[in-house]
């Protein structure tokens, strides 16, 4: 395939205002000193301030800036994958808005790919402006999905990350719902290495990240990539079981060989109760794929446009992109 653009950066981003024209002038400086053709694509994610009417801005005045204009906040692992089916790049790079994913990286990105490696992921060496809460459970978290997963998704490492035109080309064919993008790209596989960079201060603002969020992507990883958490209730379930029977068997004993009678109205409500608990806890394990399976069945378009700018007539994926206006 010919295209004319080398590199396309995607940005995904959500009530940015305050960082957005500090993000474009760092990310200009560094693409301009590549001497490549580049094309910088924003995705509106559905932002409330004025994140929409500065991103019109930048691209009346600069040819180079795109923008997708979600209708709604769709989440930012739906905007992330727009902004790749819209790319049409040899390489496209995913980076953040807030400058904690520093631009100057990405040359070093693409010498690698250079190299011939078709992903470079950023591997966060260190998150300086993470507060201790979130660095132990993003730490905790991306072992546990190790742990869970058979597909080896690299630790510590975000969607800050180069990928190739193959490998773009190969996650539009990956429709799923509910995504955890940066695993989709370990599950698609090729020829994958990283760089490591420090995950820096948000440049302004704060996170879009809060903990109700965070869980639900925590959940979605665990759940695109792991039957395990199903099969727990069965290994409970075996547990529990031979627990129960071999209890029994002491009570039949002592019933039929002794004077002693088994009494206690308390003790059998905490088992009753702690084991209703469970049951109840695995239902919900149950619930949360069976919603995954009914968002699947629906078969909605991943997320609807508003509008796009600075796209022209060229591009991958305009198809789609009409027929997602067509219903915005
Ligand atoms: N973002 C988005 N949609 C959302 C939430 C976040 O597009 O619903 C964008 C946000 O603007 C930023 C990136 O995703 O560019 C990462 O978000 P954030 O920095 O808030 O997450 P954190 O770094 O705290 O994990
Ligand atoms: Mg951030």
Redesign the pocket.
């Known amino acids: 395939m010919t295209t004319s653009v080398t590199v396309s950066v995607v940005?995904?981003?959500?009530?940015?205002a305050e960082v957005i024209f500090e993000s474009y002038k760092r990310l200009k400086r560094v693409l301009e000193g590549l001497d490549e053709p580049y094309e910088l694509i924003f995705?509106n994610?559905g932002s409330r301030d004025a994140t929409a009417v500065m991103l019109g801005c930048l691209c009346d005045t600069d040819p180079k800036v795109r923008l997708i204009d979600f209708s709604r906040?769709f989440?930012?692992q739906t905007?992330i994958t727009a902004g790749m089916e819209h790319a049409s790049g040899d390489a496209v790079v995913v980076i953040?808005?807030?400058l904690?994913d520093p631009p100057e990286v990405i040359p070093e990105m693409i010498a690698k790919w250079r190299e011939g490696y078709d992903v470079v992921y950023g591997k966060r060496a260190e998150r300086k402006g993470d507060t201790f809460f979130k660095r132990f459970t993003a730490a905790a978290f991306y072992r546990l999905l190790d742990r869970l997963t058979d597909v080896d998704i690299p630790v510590d490492t975000g969607d800050f990350r180069l990928i190739d035109r193959k490998v773009c080309d190969a996650l539009k064919t990956v429709k799923e719902r509910n995504r955890y993008v940066r695993g989709i790209v370990s599950w698609l596989g090729f020829k994958q290495t990283g760089v490591e960079f420090v995950r820096e201060e948000?440049f302004a603002g704060e996170?879009?990240?809060p903990l109700r969020?965070m869980l639900r992507f925590a959940v979605d990883a665990i759940t695109s990539f792991s039957h395990k958490p199903l099969k727990l209730s069965s290994y409970v379930g075996v547990a529990v079981s031979l627990g129960s029977f071999a209890y029994l068997a002491v009570v039949v004993y002592l019933k039929l060989f002794t004077t002693t009678t088994v009494t206690g109205w308390a003790s059998t409500m905490a088992v009753s109760l702690f084991f209703n608990g469970i049951v109840l806890m695995m239902l919900g394990i149950l619930g949360s794929y069976v919603g995954r399976i009914y968002d699947e069945a629906k078969g909605r378009p991943l997320y609807v446009v508003r509008e796009t700018k600075n796209f022209g007539s060229a591009g991958e994926g305009v198809e789609y992109r009409d027929s997602c206006s067509a219903v915005g």
């Open positions: 940005v995904p981003v959500y009530n940015e995705v994610d906040n989440g930012h905007a953040d808005a807030d904690q948000r996170t879009k990240y969020k």
